[in-house]
């Protein structure tokens, strides 16, 4: 079957049958670390429906709880881009430190947390600046726990193992030794209680270590398919399912392994598209996406059988995922009519009732012209209105904080009137 067939049979059945709530309200954000943009997901059709021009080498996306913001990590502009979802465009960049390779955001939505060469850049996400950095060396991913204040770094092949910070007071706990090579992702099961990572073995290949928060140890290491490494890992809301990426480079077989955390084992190996490089279960825990950065896809896979669905292409050299509500702005409240204004003058007292009267007088002629079809005498009554009021600035009967909102709303609309 066709990419094409495929695509017409799912919008058939979407039109005839719907699609669940949660999944109508959701969209994915791809990081292309190739070509410098984020794609939007529409995870009920499964189409890219906005492509968005990022910094240089985005690598790694985190949304907000409220789904308002998605901050994109660009590697190679030592940068965070901050985009809008209901606009999905980039309103601010914020410089962190050199070489990032992780982002996280707090449950609360009130902190973004970057892992870089400089240490962890801890960005106000009210004033989007960065507020401190905490002192951890050699950071590569990070995690941060959803139902308290610590936050897990990895450090890839620098230091073996995990530290722990406190993101409450910006400094390390402890430092959790893993007795491998590298570690890479790491993920916090929704209660707290464990930390998945994804590690390598130089002589024995992919693993993933549990730690046990309340001890800071690790329980239990578990190996991973033959690969060239499992460079993420997510975890379903529920807690009870950990999914590893397993790549195969650029010719080996690459897979997502799906992880029973009740007992530790590997329950299920789901082939994919070539090295995916990042993975996230939609909120709903009924699809995992892998972000496949050598094909340029994101496959989707279905939890309850764990087999393949289906898969969208993406721009070049996908490498994280990240599930955001679709977001859409409440509209602006109206402008305040003309009336309104000059009522509210005469009601504080700047306008005697004599003055507002005359003013409200011309409002109710140029509202009658209009209605009655006769623009050009609605316009010479709104060029008298703007005159009058002007003239109450130039006396100081009002100041130009009072009467400038006349004048914006009388010349908005003759604009509108054509006048």
Do not use: W
């Not at 985190?62 to 940068?79: C, E, I, K, M």
């Not at 609360?108 to 060469?117: E, I, K, M, Q």
């Not at 997502?256 to 789901?270: C, G, H, Q, R, Y």
């Amino acid at each position: 079957m066709t990419k094409f067939t495929h695509t017409l049979i799912f919008a058939f059945l979407f039109a005839c049958f719907g699609a669940g709530t949660t999944l109508a309200q959701t969209r994915a954000y791809v990081t292309n670390s190739n070509d410098n943009t984020v794609s939007i997901i529409n995870t009920q059709t499964r189409l890219v429906t906005a492509t968005i021009p990022v910094g240089p080498g985005p690598i790694a996306v985190a949304v907000t709880p409220n789904g308002r913001f998605a901050y994109v990590l660009n590697q190679l502009g030592d940068s965070v881009s901050v985009i809008k979802a209901s606009t999905n465009t980039v309103v601010a960049t914020i410089p962190v430190g050199s070489f990032p390779s992780a982002i996280a955001i707090s449950a609360n939505g009130a902190f973004a947390y970057t892992a870089s060469n400089s240490g962890i850049s801890v960005i106000d996400t009210a004033t989007n600046t960065v507020v401190t950095t905490i002192p951890i060396n050699f950071p590569y991913g990070l995690a941060i726990a959803s139902n308290g204040n610590l936050g897990y770094a990895t450090h890839g092949a620098f230091i073996q193992g995990v530290t722990v910070f406190d993101t409450a007071t910006n400094s390390v706990v402890t430092h959790i030794p893993i007795p491998v090579d590298v570690t890479i992702a790491a993920a916090v099961t929704p209660n707290g209680a464990f930390v998945y990572v994804t590690c390598l073995s130089f002589t024995t290949g992919p693993k993933l270590a549990v730690i046990d928060t309340a001890t800071n140890s690790v329980v239990t290491i578990l190996p991973l398919p033959p690969s060239f490494s499992a460079f993420a890992l997510a975890i379903s809301p529920n807690g009870a399912f950990v999914y590893a990426a397993n790549s195969g480079g650029v010719t080996g077989p690459s897979s997502l392994s799906v992880i029973d955390t009740a007992t530790n084992t590997e329950v299920a190996t789901v082939p994919v598209q070539r090295n995916p490089a990042g993975v996230a279960v939609t909120p709903d825990g009924a699809f995992v996406y892998t972000a496949n950065s050598l094909d340029n896809t994101v496959d989707v896979i279905d939890t309850a059988n764990n087999t393949f669905v289906d898969f969208v292409f993406v721009g070049s050299g996908p490498r994280s995922i990240a599930f955001g509500p679709t977001v859409i702005d409440p509209p602006p409240p109206p402008d305040p009519t003309l009336t309104e204004l000059v009522q509210a003058l005469i009601a504080n007292g700047a306008l005697t009732q004599a003055q507002g009267g005359g003013l409200l007088d011309k409002i109710q002629e140029i509202n009658a012209k209009l209605e009655g079809g006769h623009t050009g005498a609605a316009c010479n009554q709104l060029s008298s209105f703007i005159n009058q009021v002007s003239g109450f600035i130039n006396s100081g009967t009002l100041t130009p904080a009072q009467g400038q909102p006349l004048l914006d709303a009388a010349n908005a609309l003759a604009s509108k009137s054509g006048c």
